[in-house]
Nanobody, 124 residues
Framework: QVQLVESGGGLVQAGGSLRLSCAAS????????MGWFRQAPGKEREFVAA????????RYADSVKGRFTISRDNAKNTVYLQMNSLKPEDTAVYYC?????????????????WGQGTQVTVSS
C-alpha cells in the first residue's frame, strides 16, 4: 500500500509557474505508475499527466501538453509536476494518484491510491 501527500500548490499569476510534489510512503514506489489529476469546482476530475514506473512512458492531457512536465525520482519516492505558462483555467485542486501497474492510465478509476490534493489558483 502507498500513501501519497501532495505539496507545492498556491496562488500564481497567469503566465507563472509552480512545481507540485507528491511524496509517497510505503513499499514498492518504483513499481507504481503515477498520475496527476485535477478537479475544478463543479467539474469532474480530469486527467493531467501520468508516467509509468520506469519513467519511460509519459502521457499528457492535450490541454497541458507543452506547458506541464511530469517527472519522478524513485530514489526519493517522489513524483513532480512542473507547471509553466499557467492559465486561469488551470485553477483546480490537483491530486496525485498511484497504481501498481506497468501500464500508464489516463482515467481516474484505474488508480487505487490518491493523495488529499493541493489547491492551485491562477489569477488573470
Amino acid at each position: 500500500q502507498v500513501q501519497l501527500v501532495e505539496s507545492g500548490g498556491g496562488l500564481v499569476q497567469a503566465g507563472g509557474s509552480l512545481r507540485l510534489s507528491c511524496a509517497a510512503s510505503g513499499r514498492g514506489f518504483s513499481s507504481y505508475a503515477m498520475g496527476w489529476f485535477r478537479q475544478a469546482p463543479g467539474k469532474e476530475r480530469e486527467f493531467v499527466a501520468a508516467k509509468e514506473w520506469t519513467g519511460g512512458i509519459t502521457r499528457y492531457a492535450d490541454s497541458v501538453k507543452g506547458r506541464f512536465t511530469i517527472s519522478r525520482d524513485n530514489a526519493k519516492n517522489t513524483v513532480y509536476l512542473q507547471m509553466n505558462s499557467l492559465k486561469p483555467e488551470d485553477t483546480a485542486v490537483y491530486y496525485c494518484a498511484a497504481e501498481l501497474s506497468t501500464a500508464v492510465h489516463s482515467i481516474a478509476p484505474a488508480y487505487r491510491y490518491w493523495g488529499q490534493g493541493t489547491q492551485v489558483t491562477v489569477s488573470s
